[in-house]
């Protein structure tokens, strides 16, 4: 074999990398309960996102527990029918009922009313999303976009518009429409990254 064997995966068939990806994202046994659970609750365009997915295949790959390291549990969904604050919190309650037994903090954010937020909170400008995958467009580094979401018919969909080779290559790195995400908060999410998976290579984003 060539190369480490935590990139066994770095240069694979996309196909091949998917499969990897799913089955070591679910060897996390809180991702597996939130997806199992995801069809039978209020969020449309329903997607488990970034961190517990990518965060959990690089724990996969190293030998580590699965939720090592893991801080939350990102889902999310798109309903631009209510985009008051009091909609979505209906939803977070919800969710939070339905998840009140998992040892885990999951955050649950209809990603229709991201842009009425974002700039008083980080003072960036972010225009309206389409629909819930087209956030991930706009997400810090390539290995971050990436969504696993239950098909009706069984198993799961994968999206990952910039595709898997950074994530299996442990490489992080900006993306160019990475929706106002700072210098700042760059540096800090990726210094925290490198403590926590010293194998990934950090590119800087100046």
Same mark, same amino acid.
């Given at each position: 074999?060539?190369?480490?064997?935590? $990139? /066994? !995966?770095?240069?694979?068939?996309?196909? %091949?990398?998917?499969?990897?990806? =799913?089955?070591?994202?679910?060897?996390?046994?809180?991702?597996?309960?939130? $997806?199992?659970?995801?069809?039978?609750?209020?969020?449309?365009?329903?997607?488990?996102?970034?961190?517990?997915?990518?965060?959990?295949?690089?724990?996969?790959?190293?030998?580590?527990?699965?939720?090592?390291?893991?801080?939350?549990?990102?889902? =999310?969904? !798109?309903?631009?029918?209510? $985009?008051?604050?009091?909609?979505?919190?209906?939803?977070?309650?919800?969710?939070?009922?339905? !998840?009140?037994?998992?040892?885990?903090? %999951?955050?649950?954010?209809?990603?229709? /009313?991201?842009?009425?937020? !974002?700039?008083?909170?980080?003072?960036?400008?972010?225009?309206?999303?389409?629909?819930?995958?087209?956030?991930?467009? /706009?997400?810090?580094?390539?290995?971050? @976009?990436?969504?696993?979401?239950?098909? +009706?018919?069984?198993?799961?969909?994968? %999206? @990952?518009?910039?595709?898997?080779?950074?994530?299996?290559?442990?490489? =992080?790195?900006?993306? +160019?429409?990475?929706?106002?995400?700072?210098?700042?908060?760059?540096?800090?999410?990726?210094?925290?990254?490198?403590?926590?998976?010293?194998?990934?290579?950090?590119?800087? $984003?100046?």
């Amino acid at each position: 074999m060539n190369g480490p064997e935590h $990139l /066994r !995966f770095a240069n694979a068939p996309p196909d %091949i990398q998917q499969q990897a990806l =799913v089955e070591l994202a679910l060897a996390n046994s809180v991702t597996a309960e939130i $997806l199992r659970r995801l069809p039978a609750l209020p969020l449309p365009q329903g997607m488990l996102v970034s961190g517990c997915i990518y965060q959990s295949v690089w724990n996969g790959l190293l030998g580590h527990d699965p939720e090592r390291g893991i801080l939350d549990y990102d889902l =999310v969904y !798109f309903d631009n029918s209510d $985009l008051s604050y009091e909609a979505e919190d209906v939803v977070i309650q919800a969710c939070a009922k339905a !998840f009140a037994d998992l040892d885990a903090e %999951i955050e649950v954010r209809n990603q229709a /009313r991201v842009h009425v937020w !974002f700039k008083q909170r980080f003072g960036l400008d972010y225009a309206p999303l389409r629909d819930a995958a087209e956030a991930l467009e /706009r997400y810090m580094s390539p290995c971050n @976009a990436v969504a696993i979401t239950p098909k +009706p018919q069984g198993g799961f969909s994968v %999206i @990952a518009p910039f595709g898997f080779d950074d994530l299996f290559g442990f490489i =992080v790195q900006p993306q +160019p429409d990475r929706g106002g995400i700072s210098p700042e908060s760059y540096h800090k999410k990726t210094t925290r990254m490198k403590a926590m998976w010293p194998q990934i290579t950090v590119i800087p $984003l100046d």
